[in-house]
Each structure stands twice: as structure tokens, then as C-alpha cells.
């Protein structure tokens, strides 16, 4: 959680009280004209209240979970800049390799160029995002829930993303 509140709102109460829902209305107008926080308004990243590094995560299993099923439809790979390369869009390229091969397991170019272009961009996190997305897709598959094999955040954040993906897809294909 974000710990730059102003004086004059304090610290957040308790969750779930009334005293937390006028304090959350307070923050959020604060945040919305104040700090010109589009997240305000957006339940997903805590109406604002995330650190930048809790953001980062929410962010990152979004990508996951939307490129996942690009992959899965047989979509295109999203666009390989020749530079700018972000983690966040490395994890993308990986989430979308990983749907794909649900689709398909057959090579073709757009797979073949996504796969040398994963490898080249490769850096130790991105290296531990992409084997947190791989191996929690398949522990997903296998339905049961596995501890993460490191516990840094990020591969937490998207071993558990992966995992979703991958029981979701299990449980649609389940005939029980």
C-alpha cells in the first residue's frame, strides 16, 4: 500500500467499516484532482492505494492473463519493438507463447520469430518471470495448487496469473 497520504486524511481505517468507505471517498476525489490518478476509479489497482510496486504486479498478471488468450484464440503475436523492451511486455510476448502452444504446437514464422526474440531480450528477471508463467500455467493444468518454486513478488505475481490461466482452462475442458 502507498504511504503518501496527506495530513489531513491520515492513515486508512479498517476495511469494511463506515468509517473506511468515507475515508476510500475522500482518498478517491483527493487522488482523482490532486495527484491525477487514473487508477482512482479502478477497483482492480485498490481504487489508487497500490504501491508503484503492487501496481507493477496487478499490471503484469493483466498482460498475462490477456495475452494468454490471444495466444489461445490463434491470434497475432503482439508487436516485437526493436527497442524499449520492458519486462512487463517480455512477460507478454512469454504469456502469449504459452496460449499459443495451447493452440497449436506446429512452428510457424510468427512463433518461430516470437521464440528468438524472447531469447535475445532475455535478463535474470525477465528469465524468472518467463519460467514463473510457463510452470504455473502447467501446475494449473494439473488443478492443484503448488507452491511457487521461488518467492521473489514478481514470480509470485505471475506463477499465480499463469496458474489461473492455465485452472481455468482445465476446468472448461473438464467433462465432469
Known sequence: MRDDFPEWLGRPPRRGTEAWE???????????TELKDASADDPEFDYGLLSTDERWRVALAGEIRKHFEIGRAGGRCPFLPLRGVSDLFHA???AWQVGRNVHSTESDARSEAA?????????????????????GFLAGLGADPAAP???SADYVAAYEAAWYAGNTMAIEGDPR
Not at 531480450?121 to 514463473?132: F, G, S, T, V, Y
Request: aromatic share 14%; no cysteine; charged share 35%.
Open 115 to 135: 521464440e528468438a526474440w524472447v531469447a535475445k531480450h532475455q535478463k535474470p528477471r525477465r528469465r524468472e518471470i518467463a519460467h514463473a508463467i510457463r510452470y
Open 149 to 151: 518454486e521461488l518467492t
Open 92 to 94: 507478454s510476448i512469454v
Open 22 to 32: 468515507s475515508w476510500l471517498e475522500k482518498w478517491r476525489a483527493y487522488a482523482r
